[in-house]
């Protein structure tokens, strides 16, 4: 049977979300692994991922179930959820891989001042006090307090264009494995399956 027959297209989508499941294990296992071994203590930044894990979860479960049963009900719901994550990723991708230096630095500084965890958990990591200074009054994670302590904003500035690349970059391939999945949903959703009774509906 050619590629573009039932069980190619069947099969396809089986593997595509089988891929997702993958993917969003991951998302959950990291985030886990984060917060138990204390990598990340921001309660909020691990709820996300995990979040995001179980959303990709269930709408691969749907896509799996629907392709495996030939279900339109759920390959319709599928292809405009999937088709609605699209948008939404495809956006922020392109988003993120269009700021310039000066908005990056907005963002950073904002994302600075709204988590003290955060805030924290970088200060230790990068050994670093303060965004743009060095304010002995405040508290300060890093190991460097004795000795004169770098400011974190310069240092993040650094790391924040190639992150943003990377995240963008990352965002905007999965974002066309959606719009194939939404193709591949349609296609299959419009095709009889050749073992069914030729007289029954699709």
């Given at each position: ?11 396809s989508l089986c593997v ?173 959703r419009n095709q009889k399956d050749p073992r ?7």
């Open positions: 049977m050619v590629c573009g027959g039932f069980t190619c297209s069947k099969n595509l979300n089988l891929l997702y499941i993958l993917v969003s294990l991951l998302l959950i296992g990291i985030a886990a692994w984060g917060k138990t071994f204390g990598l990340v203590t921001s309660f909020s930044v691990v709820a996300g991922v995990i979040g995001v894990g179980i959303f990709l979860f269930l709408i691969a479960l749907i896509g799996l179930l629907g392709a495996i049963k030939h279900h339109q009900v759920l390959l319709f719901f599928y292809m405009i959820i999937l088709f609605l994550v699209f948008v939404v990723q495809f956006s922020i991708s392109c988003a993120s891989l269009a700021l310039n230096e000066n908005q990056q630095n907005h963002f950073l500084e904002v994302g600075w001042n709204k988590s003290v965890e955060t805030r924290g958990d970088v200060e230790g990591y990068l050994n670093c006090c303060g965004f743009n200074d060095v304010n002995l009054n405040e508290t300060c994670n890093a190991h460097c307090m004795n000795f004169p302590c770098k400011p974190c904003g310069p240092i993040l500035r650094t790391y924040a264009g190639e992150v943003l690349r990377f995240v963008g970059g990352i965002g905007l391939f999965f974002s066309f494995t959606e719009i194939l999945g939404v193709w591949l949903t349609h296609r299959y069914a009774n030729p007289s029954a509906f699709l």
